[in-house]
């Protein structure tokens, strides 16, 4: 079965500096997706990066990295020059290539930001 | 323009009640979602349509029906509500089901009192 955890449930970043929220997995398939969703006081879910695990390039959105690594099954994202309207609960997810169809999501990390 | 919408957005109901939640998108897409968020924030998978035709079916009770009358709309009916279905509902559609990035809605809130 496929498990998704992150370990931070709260994080603060000062304004304009860098943040890293963690999150490993564990699969069993050779193929999957990655995903870090952002969920504001909105409710609404909003994509802010896509990795396949296939390419050993970091993706990279803007302010947003990851840092990606597949032996470890890590799969942290950095928010740079960190702005108010980053305050949000942010998900990890795992989605396979082949087979469940479905996200596996971490229990999310809350994130501060502080003027 | 709205990609994936829900309605409503707020339910507010008594136990025992039936209740629908509508899921429209206009993405074009092949395939559908329904989740549930608990109030610890976990999501949690609960149907899944591809071209009408239900592709998962996790473990939840049976008041919970899923209909797709096509391809652009998902919804859901819950019969006899009970307290632990307070959540939130969140729609969500793919362009196919393996591979694709989720598109979600803006949630439903499900108050039952």
């Known amino acids: 079965a496929q498990t998704v955890t992150q370990s931070q449930p709260e994080m603060s970043v000062q304004e304009a500096e860098t943040v890293t929220l963690s999150c490993t997995y564990d699969?069993?398939?050779?193929?999957?997706?990655l995903f870090w969703y952002k969920q504001p006081p909105s409710r609404q879910m909003i994509l802010v990066i896509r990795?396949?695990?296939?390419?050993?390039q970091n993706a990279t959105e803007n302010r947003f990295s990851v840092n990606f690594q597949k032996a470890a099954k890590s799969f942290s994202l950095k928010i740079s020059d960190s702005q108010l309207g980053d305050a949000a609960m942010y998900f990890c997810?795992?989605?396979?290539?082949?087979?469940?169809?479905?996200?596996?999501f971490g229990t999310g990390t809350r994130l501060k930001v502080l003027a | 323009d709205t990609a994936v919408s829900q309605t409503p957005k707020y339910l507010v109901t008594q136990m025992g009640n039936d209740k629908s939640i509508k899921c429209e998108q206009n993405?074009?897409?092949?395939?559908m979602y329904w989740y549930k968020q608990d109030s610890k924030k976990f999501l949690k998978i609960m149907f899944s349509?591809?071209?009408?035709?239900?592709?998962i079916n996790e473990t939840v009770p049976n008041r919970f029906s899923p209909k797709s009358p096509d391809k652009a709309h998902l919804n859901l009916h819950i019969n006899s509500l009970e307290l632990g279905d307070s959540a939130v509902y969140f729609c969500?559609?793919?362009?196919?089901?393996?591979?694709?990035?989720?598109?979600f809605g803006p949630g439903t809130r499900l108050l039952v009192l």
């Open positions: 349509y591809n071209n009408k035709e239900l592709i």
């Open positions: 969500a559609s793919s362009h196919r089901a393996a591979k694709e990035t989720q598109y």
């Open positions: 997810a795992t989605f396979p290539a082949s087979g469940t169809y479905k996200y596996i």
């Open positions: 993405l074009g897409h092949d395939t």
């Open positions: 699969t069993s398939e050779s193929d999957y997706y």
């Open positions: 990795q396949e695990a296939y390419k050993q």
